[in-house]
C-alpha cells in the first residue's frame, strides 16, 4: 500500500497515485480535500514505500515503524501533536516506537513528519501499511 502513497520535495502532506503519463502523474491529496493535481518530472517525488528509518544495526523500512506507531497508538491516531511537542516528548515517544534507533542520524524534525503521515494516513482510513504478500503472483488454475 505505501508504494502508491508518495511525498512530494515542496509541497505538504501525502498523495495517493491515481495514474501516470507521459512525464508526469496525476495525484490526489491524502486528505479530506481529495484534490488531485499533477506532479512533472521535475518534481522530487518518494514513496513511502522506499523510505527507511536508521537504526544501530541496519535500517528498518517505513512499513514497519508504522506498524509500531499503531501498535503503541493502538490504532487510534497519535497523542502526541507534532507541532507542539517538545523534542524530549518526541525522543521518548520515538525510542518506545523504535528502541534502537539511531540517535545521530534520526532528528526530531524526522519523528515530527512521521507522526504527521501517520496521523494523515490514520484519519484517512489508511491501516494497513505491511506490503502486500505475493498471492496474485501465483499462476492461476481455473484458465
Given at each position: 500500500m505505501l508504494k502508491t502513497i508518495l511525498t512530494v520535495a515542496g509541497k505538504p502532506g501525502l498523495y495517493k497515485l491515481v495514474s501516470s503519463g507521459r512525464n508526469m502523474l496525476i495525484v490526489e491529496a491524502v486528505d479530506a480535500s481529495k484534490k488531485?493535481?499533477?506532479?512533472?518530472?521535475?518534481?522530487?517525488?518518494?514513496?513511502?514505500?522506499?523510505?527507511?528509518?536508521?537504526?544501530?544495526?541496519?535500517?528498518?523500512?517505513?512499513?514497519?515503524?508504522?506498524?509500531?506507531?499503531?501498535?503503541?497508538?493502538?490504532?487510534?491516531?497519535?497523542?502526541?501533536?507534532?507541532?507542539?511537542a517538545s523534542n524530549d516528548e518526541l525522543a521518548d515517544f520515538f525510542a518506545e516506537v523504535l528502541p534502537n534507533y539511531d540517535r545521530d542520524r534520526v532528528y526530531m524534525s524526522h519523528v515530527r513528519k512521521l507522526i504527521q503521515?501517520?496521523?494523515?494516513?490514520?484519519?484517512?482510513g489508511l491501516t494497513e501499511f505491511a506490503p502486500e504478500k505475493a498471492e496474485d503472483e501465483a499462476p492461476a488454475e481455473d484458465e
Open positions: 488531485r493535481q499533477p506532479i512533472h518530472a521535475t518534481d522530487k517525488v518518494v514513496s513511502l514505500g522506499d523510505i527507511a528509518m536508521f537504526t544501530d544495526d541496519e535500517e528498518v523500512p517505513l512499513w514497519q515503524v508504522l506498524e509500531n506507531v499503531k501498535a503503541k497508538c493502538e490504532g487510534a491516531l497519535c497523542p502526541i501533536d507534532h507541532k507542539k503521515w501517520y496521523n494523515l494516513l490514520i484519519g484517512n
